[in-house]
């Protein structure tokens, strides 16, 4: 979500990164009862049991801890860039580990996926209360926060550096292109409110909708096709202007205020993708992570005739796309020709699935460090997150069969383990 919470991953580097040189990567988790799994805030005192006093961020060596704008959720980031992704999932494992061994002695554990099944936001939401709480102010009294949209969402941020103008541009048109079909391996929000409402992202079906009294903060989540710092500078502008009569003390007049799904860093010259649900598990997180870096990084080194048409993609087709994934995920059918020959491939319509299938043969061949591929071809075999949590308790379930399922995913992410689509 926009916010103090977005504070730089990838910032004020001691040297400036090109592309795919460095990655930054933010999980955030939900901190809930450890008997009835309700949320609970408790992110100031686990700040607090572990460094001594209420902070916004801690670190903890090669990582560190944040608060985010609702008090039961923490994020677990990498304290600045890492040369590579393999080997930080288990990073954050540890620091799953050592966050559990805090909240124990609370009643409390941690909870993956992307929204909690049945938290009513309108009673249980609690706004952060310490550092920065001006501009949590500023979005509660803008926007309204008691709704999921704000108060029951967690994704992973993968940050991604660039150089310059021209690496700006290219890293963009690439992710903008692939922003659309991102919960075909990533949605892991399909309840809310106790119930399946027909959606595999609800997450971003909420995110979607949380700044509508002022629509340009969010457009249509897909980035506008800009690709130099000027435009982007003027994008920016107009958000700011429609913002300003709500926010006249420009309490929100910075580059995280833009909640769209992929969202221009200058201040630390770095892309921030928005659109991923969190998984259950940190391996999946960097799996997904190191299939979306490493399809970017072919995108971006097509050449000009291939570049322009990843420019020319209107962002209404892409959010059409997206749309289409977020009720499917992976089984949304892909009939966009135009899009198709944009990402390199021949314009024959397939699944998202299928779509991704390819993308990650096509350009990995093999590249991405082995430790992700176990993970990976779950994913690709037995669909995301979201569809493996329908296939184990249906689309109607009660209350005790929603509540085995995130104990179980509770224990995923203890244990480092994918959940599978059958026990």
Same mark, same amino acid.
């Given at each position: ?99 559990e061994e805090r909240l124990q002695p609370l009643g409390a554990r941690l909870m993956p996926m992307a929204m909690h099944p049945w938290m009513d936001p309108q009673r249980e939401f609690e706004i952060w209360p310490h550092g920065d709480r001006e501009i949590y102010a500023a979005f509660h009294r ?167 048409r990843l420019r020319a993609l209107e962002t209404p087709r892409l959010a059409r796309i997206l749309r289409d994934t977020c009720a499917s995920a992976e089984c949304a059918r892909i009939e966009d020709r135009g899009y198709l020959e944009g990402l390199g491939l021949d314009g024959a319509p397939r ?33 995301? $997150? ?22 179980? $995913? ?14």
């Open positions: 979500m926009p916010g103090a919470g977005t504070r730089a991953r990838l910032a004020e580097p001691e040297r400036s990164f090109g592309l795919f040189e460095a990655f930054g990567i933010e999980l955030e988790y939900a901190i809930v009862d450890a008997e009835t799994l309700d949320v609970r805030p408790l992110a100031d005192r686990l700040i607090a049991a572990e460094h001594g006093s209420i902070e916004n961020e801690i670190e903890r060596g090669a990582m560190a801890w944040s608060n985010e704008l609702a008090r039961h959720v923490i994020e677990i980031k990498t304290n600045g860039p890492v040369a590579k992704l393999d080997g930080i999932a288990e990073r954050f494992e540890r620091e799953v580990a050592r966050i803008i926007f309204d926060c008691r709704g999921h949209g704000w108060a029951n969402l967690q994704s992973m941020h993968l940050n991604l550096p660039f150089a310059d103008d021209a690496e700006f541009g290219r890293l963009h048109a690439a992710i903008r292109a692939l922003l659309p079909i991102l919960p075909a391996l990533a949605a892991s929000s399909p309840f809310a409110d106790g119930r399946h409402a027909g959606l595999l992202d609800g997450r971003l079906e909420v995110y979607r909708t949380n700044a509508r009294r002022v629509p340009s903060v969010s457009g249509e989540l897909i980035p506008e096709p800009v690709f130099t710092r000027g435009d982007y500078a003027a994008l920016l502008a107009g958000i700011y202007a429609d913002l300003a009569p709500l926010d006249p003390a420009g309490t929100l007049r910075h580059e995280w205020v833009n909640a769209r799904g992929c969202i221009a860093r200058f201040d630390r010259m770095a892309l921030e993708i928005r659109l991923i649900d969190v998984q259950e598990t940190p391996r999946a997180d960097l799996a997904i992570a190191a299939a979306v870096s490493a399809v970017a990084r072919a995108l971006c080194e097509h050449g000009a005739g291939q570049q322009a699944s998202a699935g299928e779509l991704w299938r390819e993308l990650v043969e096509t350009h990995t061949a093999g590249g991405e460090p082995m430790e992700h591929r176990p993970a990976l071809e779950i994913l690709l075999e037995e669909g995301c $997150l979201a569809r493996r949590m329908l296939r184990r308790v249906g689309t109607r379930p009660d209350r005790d069969a929603l509540q085995a399922l995130v104990r179980e $995913l509770c224990d995923c992410l203890r244990e480092g383990r994918l959940l599978r689509a059958r026990a």
